[in-house]
Structures are given as structure tokens and as C-alpha cells.
């Protein structure tokens, strides 16, 4: 519900804030008094196109702010709001517009930055304004399907037909995915057969690079590495003067001599012989060393490595990649053509797979038409019957299928209101079948059958009264107010009959101040609220003031309003 309204520069208003109830509330006033201006700023938060004409004149930017409690959310809202990132703090959504004449208009909802787009969707789960605006939701044949669907004979009908669309979709769409896929491999098969006869011929081994390199880098220092195996080999052999090894021998000798009278020289005894070791082990490996160096065709080996590296820069360039990628991308090639030898069987038992599903498809489309005309030969003429007692005589109301050709997400046929609001004339649709007020009774009797399936929590009417008087508008007045206990209801009238059965009403005036027209509104209490429907009424003469406490009677007990609570500001 709307909880409270302020609104700041907007035409006539220059500033006012006003607290809203559940319930019916009802606004009257004199012609020209600026309802029409306090309707149109809750068109504002509702997504409806804004100019700075509308800029209170002298003013350089307008706001309009509006708080509503939502105390169920429903799926639909509550998908809107994670969709658009929008926390909802004790079931609050506070709405701002600003309008200005050099900046940009700005929009918020719970300070978080909207698009018009956006809000209007927002707006469209809210609030169903009827009269001259845009948004009425039984305008829009794409709601119709649902709320059709809501009903409790086609409820259950249609979530079994969405679960059996959704595999049916989800199935075709892996099809055409794999189509998809087959095609561009196999527009690419040349291509990957070329690739994969490259990668067979190199065969890239995983740190192969490094390896090559390391060993490329051993053979052109071959000279070098036996030059120093022979000189190592001279120290330790040397023919010209006692050889290393017969010194280091010596040596040791000496030392055992030594370590007779001293114990303290047994380590270096047995060092010299870890160390006459080492030596007799080092002639061996630099023997072997030249022995190997000596046979070893390096200058061949260096030449096929060069070559080796070579084909691996090349191929790395030409897909500028390291090796490791290159090994990864030979893996994607066997893979892809792969999949293209195997998409022709696989895409075979898809589609078989798809057209079953879409036979269940159709199938449970079938159980989901028929329960909905069953619900609807009732519907229909429910809403009919309404539409009698609010003053369309010989009026009719049609719910119209048309069979589709292919599943669609609401079943396999569209729907559309359709009415004829006088005996004789032919069906039409909503938008195109009445006024301004006549639509807004039409509204009246569908919601009116709908009011526990409809999900928009706020309905607001105006120009409701437009024509009709008398016994009428008690009829309209009772269906508003019967509605009220499902919907909070606001509604803008010139009838007495409909002010006095409102739980809410508001008084909406002009005064002058300053050399300046201010429209102003006021919530009654008895007192005010007796002599305004005492005015609507032809007076204030004392019968007048009789007769409005007369039809006042009985509303200090409301049993359907629903409790109150605080919304943030």
C-alpha cells in the first residue's frame, strides 16, 4: 500500500505531505481544484513520462517521493527487485523523482539509481491507475494470460505445462546449441585436419624446449670441457715431477709417522685419505669424460637440435603461444574433430529427443486450454453480470483463445479481454471499447472477480463517476469498497454516494497566498468530512447536513482495514 506521498513544486502544488491508509480513500473537491495534479504526481513514481513544464512556476526543479509498505512480496516483484539489486528493509520501497529544468530528472528506489524503463516496470507491479493513464494492467493484453492462469481451476494446469515448456525448451536449445557447434567445426574441418596433421609431424613434447636448449648449450662448449678434463688430468699425472697423487701419498705417509707421537694428527689422516680418494675417482671421470667428448658427432647433433628449435619457434609463432600451449591446442584439435565425427549420431538422438518432448509439450498445452475454458465460461460470465450492475446494460464480456502454432511460455494459444459495453454493438478490445470512465468501471468488475488473484496490492480510479449517478454509483460505491478489503483503494470523485462509503477521505482545494494559487490537501475528520459531503450533495443547508450524517453513519466500524504500520521515511 501507499504508505505516505510528498510532492514539492508540481504544478499548482508547492509543497505538501500527506499520510495514506488501507482501506478505500476517496478525494474530492471542486473542479479544477488540482486532483487531477495529485494523481498525476503518483503517475510519476509509477514510471509516467515527466516534462519541466510540469515545474511549479518560478521553481527550478520539482520531487515527488512516495513510501509503500508491501506486506506479501510476491515472485514476480521480488524477481524484479534482486534483478535490479534493490534491498527491501522492513517491506519498504521508498520511490524518488526529481524533475528539473537544467539537470538531468533523476530517479530512486530505496537509493538505488533507476532508468524511466525500469521504474515503469516497477510501477506496473505496484499500482493499477484507471482513468486517462498508462498505467491500467488489464490494458495490456500480456497480462491477461496470467491472470486467466491465476484462477484456481487453471492454476495447477498451467505449472505443470510450464515445467513440461521448460525441458521442452531447454532440450531444444542443447540441440540447436550442438547444431550450432557441428556447423562451425565442420565449416572448420579443413582447417583442424591441416592443424592436426602440423602437430602430428612436430609431436611437442612437455619441457622438450628446455631440454634441447640445455643440451645445445653442452655441445657448443665440447673444446672447452675437454681442455679442462685434460689439464685436471695432467695435475693429477703429471710425468716431468712426482704426480699429484704420488704427493698427496707422501704426505699421508708423513702423517702417519706424525701421528705416532701425537694423536691429535689422526683426523688429517684420515682427510688425506677422503681426499686421495676424491682424486682417484676425479682421474676416472675426467678419463671417461674425453673418452665420450672425443666420440660424440657434436657438430651433427648441434645442427638436427637447431632444427629441432627451429620447427618449435616456428609453430609457436604461428599460433603465438608457448609451448605448453601448443601441447594444450594439439589436445583441442583431436578433441574438436572428435566431437565432429560424433555430432551427426548425438544430433540425431536430440532431435528425436526434442520433438518427444515437444509432443508432451503440446500434450499438457491441451489439458492447460481446456481448463481454461472451463474456468473462463465462468469468468466470462461473472464479469458480465458485473458489468450489469455498474451500468452497462446489454454490456458483455468475452474472454478470446487463439490457437498458435507453436508452444509459447503461456501454453499454445494467446488470450485477450474482449467487451462490448452496449447491446448490439460488436466485441472490442479493452483499449478500444469505452471512455475514460466507462474503462474504469470495466476495471472495476474485473478486479472486482479477481480481487484475490490480482497481484497488484494498490488500485487507484479516477474519473470512476464520470456519467453515472443514482443507484449506479451505489453499486460502484459498494464494489469499491467490497474491493477494499484485498486492495488498498484510492479513488477521485464528484458523488456523494461514493465519498460517504469511503473508510479515508481527503479534501482537495485552491487557496490564494502571496499573489499565488497553491492547491492544497487535507484528510477530514467527521466534522469537515459532514459538511464536504453536505456540498457534493447541493449545499449546507441543515437537510444537506441531515443527509450526509445520515449516509456517514456506520463507518466508525471497519472491520476489513488492515493494521497499520510504520514505513521508513
Known amino acids: 500500500m501507499i504508505r505516505e506521498l510528498h510532492i514539492k513544486n508540481l504544478a499548482l502544488i508547492e509543497n505538501i505531505s500527506l499520510e495514506f491508509h488501507s482501506g478505500f480513500t476517496v478525494f474530492t473537491g471542486e473542479t479544477g481544484a488540482g486532483k487531477s495534479i495529485l494523481i498525476g504526481a503518483i503517475g510519476l513514481l509509477l514510471g509516467e513520462r515527466a516534462s519541466s513544464e510540469m515545474i511549479r512556476s518560478g521553481s527550478d526543479e520539482a520531487e515527488v517521493s512516495g513510501s509503500l509498505q508491501i506486506e506479501n512480496i510476491r515472485p514476480k516483484l521480488r524477481d524484479f527487485l534482486d534483478e535490479n539489486g534493490i534491498d527491501v528493509d522492513e517491506n519498504c520501497l521508498i520511490i524518488r523523482r526529481k524533475i528539473s529544468r537544467s539537470d538531468k530528472n533523476k530517479i530512486h528506489v530505496n537509493q538505488i539509481p533507476l532508468p524511466l524503463s525500469t521504474l515503469k516496470k516497477l510501477g506496473d507491479l505496484l499500482i493499477d491507475l484507471h482513468g486517462q493513464h498508462q498505467h491500467q494492467s488489464l490494458l495490456n493484453e500480456n497480462t491477461h494470460i496470467d491472470l486467466v492462469d491465476a484462477l484456481p481451476q487453471t492454476s495447477k494446469a498451467r505449472i505443470i505445462y510450464t515445467e513440461s515448456y521448460n525441458i521442452y525448451i531447454s532440450a531444444k536449445e542443447e540441440l540447436r546449441e550442438i547444431q550450432k557447434n557441428a556447423k562451425e567445426l565442420a565449416d572448420k574441418k579443413d582447417m583442424l585436419e591441416f592443424q592436426r596433421k602440423e602437430f602430428l609431424i612436430l609431436d611437442p613434447k612437455q619441457g622438450e624446449e628446455e631440454a634441447l636448449e640445455h643440451e645445445l648449450s653442452l655441445l657448443s662448449t665440447s673444446a672447452e670441457r675437454a681442455s679442462c678434463a685434460r689439464e685436471i688430468l695432467t695435475l693429477l699425472n703429471s710425468s716431468e715431477s712426482e704426480s699429484l697423487q704420488k704427493k698427496l701419498t707422501l704426505v699421508r705417509r708423513k702423517l702417519e709417522n706424525f701421528g705416532k707421537y701425537d694423536p691429535a694428527v689422526e683426523p688429517w689422516i684420515n682427510d688425506m685419505e677422503n681426499v686421495l680418494s676424491a682424486c682417484s675417482e676425479l682421474d676416472l671421470f675426467c678419463s671417461a669424460y674425453l673418452e665420450k667428448t672425443g666420440d660424440d658427432n657434436s657438430q651433427g647433433r648441434i645442427e638436427e637440435i637447431n632444427s629441432r628449435l627451429a620447427k618449435i619457434q616456428r609453430l609457436k609463432k604461428k599460433y603465438s603461444c608457448t609451448l605448453d600451449d601448443l601441447i594444450k591446442k594439439k589436445k583441442e584439435i583431436e578433441k574438436s574433430l572428435s566431437l565432429l565425427e560424433n555430432s551427426n549420431s548425438d544430433i540425431d538422438q536430440l532431435e528425436k529427443k526434442v520433438l518427444k518432448l515437444r509432443t508432451e509439450c503440446l500434450s499438457q498445452g491441451e489439458s492447460l486450454s481446456k481448463a481454461r475454458k472451463s474456468a473462463l465460461a465462468i469468468f466470462d460470465k461473472e464479469i458480465t453480470k458485473r458489468m450489469e450492475q455498474l451500468g452497462f446494460n446489454g454490456g458483455e464480456w468475452k474472454t478470446d483463445l487463439q490457437k498458435l502454432d507453436e508452444p509459447s511460455p503461456y501454453g499454445i494459444e494467446t488470450i485477450r479481454f474482449l467487451v462490448k459495453t452496449n447491446k448490439g454493438e460488436p466485441f472490442l478490445p479493452l483499449a478500444k471499447s469505452a471512455s475514460g470512465g466507462e474503462i474504469s468501471r470495466l476495471m472495476l468488475a474485473v478486479k472486482s472477480i479477481l480481487a484475490k488473484q490480482d497481484e497488484i496490492p494498490v488500485l487507484i480510479f479516477d474519473e470512476i463517476d464520470t456519467g453515472i449517478g443514482g443507484r449506479l454509483a451505489g453499486e460502484v460505491s459498494k464494489a469499491l469498497y467490497t474491493l477494499s478489503s484485498t486492495h488498498q483503494v484510492l479513488c477521485i470523485s464528484h458523488l456523494h454516494q461514493i465519498a460517504s462509503n469511503a473508510d479515508h477521505h481527503y479534501l482537495v482545494s485552491k487557496r490564494d497566498t502571496g499573489g499565488r494559487t497553491i492547491t492544497e490537501v487535507s484528510e ?45 521515511k
Open 524 to 568: 477530514l475528520d467527521y466534522e469537515k468530512r459532514t459538511a464536504e459531503i453536505a456540498r457534493m450533495l447541493g449545499g449546507e443547508s441543515q437537510i444537506s447536513i441531515e443527509h450526509a450524517r445520515e449516509l456517514l453513519k456506520g463507518k466508525a466500524t471497519l472491520p476489513h482495514l488492515a493494521p497499520l504500520k510504520g514505513c521508513g
